[in-house]
T-cell receptor, first 111, second 112 residues
Framework: RKEVEQDPGPFNVPEGATVAFNCTYSNSASQSFFWYRQDCRKEPKLLMSVYSSGNEDGRFTAQLNRASQYISLLIRDSKLSDSATYLCVVTEYSSASKIIFGSGTRLSIRP | NAGVTQTPKFQVLKTGQSMTLQCAQDMNHNSMYWYRQDPGMGLRLIYYSASEGTTDKGEVPNGYNVSRLNKREFSLRLESAAPSQTSVYFC???????????FGQGTRLTVV
């Protein structure tokens, strides 16, 4: 079983739609959680951190459920510029921390 | 504002050749990482280093070696390149709080 699993998509939705991505992680010792965005042939960049209390940044809302080992990202009022691959990321702290990426969910927004 | 710098950006190797991918960060970060990304897939961790002088294997370390030369630099070496190592390689670094990983622009490697 992969350490971080995501629905690969692709999701193809019209502009203005609301879209949700899910992610599950296998290691209950995981301590930090993030969503990254990756544009085609570019390096990943941090979109937002994910907290148990949930957090919102404009049109983006992220949620963490530690009991179910589940992370979500909600994008409201989607824009053409939101088209990208969204990567779920988990950090495991030990004597040497690891940052584990999911395989990514591809989102395409159509006019 | 260099951040994380990777060299080279592109490389074509013949099977069996060796090469070293260079990575340097100027943010005084402790942890550094090497990932590979194959078409349509996420990033898979090859090796990581929590501090100068320490390295650990990730998910896909076979066929690679790394060296954490100092706090700034973390290199990845392919001793005998194989076509299966054709990929995009990303280097990343984080500080102790692990609030954000910063990436280099990637090295696009083709092994023929």
């Amino acid at each position: 079983r992969k350490e971080v699993e995501q629905d690969p998509g692709p999701f193809n939705v019209p502009e203005g739609a609301t879209v949700a991505f899910n992610c599950t992680y296998s290691n209950s010792a995981s301590q930090s959680f993030f969503w990254y965005r990756q544009d085609c042939r570019k390096e990943p960049k941090l979109l937002m951190s994910v907290y148990s209390s949930g957090n919102e940044d404009g049109r983006f809302t992220a949620q963490l459920n530690r009991a179910s080992q589940y992370i979500s990202l909600l994008i409201r009022d989607s824009k053409l510029s939101d088209s990208a691959t969204y990567l779920c990321v988990v950090t495991e702290y030990s004597s040497a921390s690891k940052i584990i990426f999911g395989s990514g969910t591809r989102l395409s927004i159509r006019p | 504002n260099a951040g994380v710098t990777q060299t080279p950006k592109f490389q074509v190797l013949k099977t069996g050749q060796s090469m070293t991918l260079q990575c340097a960060q100027d943010m005084n970060h402790n942890s550094m990482y090497w990932y590979r990304q194959d078409p349509g897939m996420g990033l898979r961790l090859i090796y990581y280093s929590a501090s100068e002088g320490t390295t650990d294997k990730g998910e896909v370390p076979n066929g690679y070696n790394v060296s954490r030369l100092n706090k700034r630099e973390f290199s990845l070496r392919l001793e005998s390149a194989a076509p299966s190592q054709t990929s995009v390689y990303f280097c990343a670094s984080t500080d102790r709080s692990y609030t954000e990983a910063f990436f280099g622009q990637g090295t696009r490697l083709t092994v023929v």
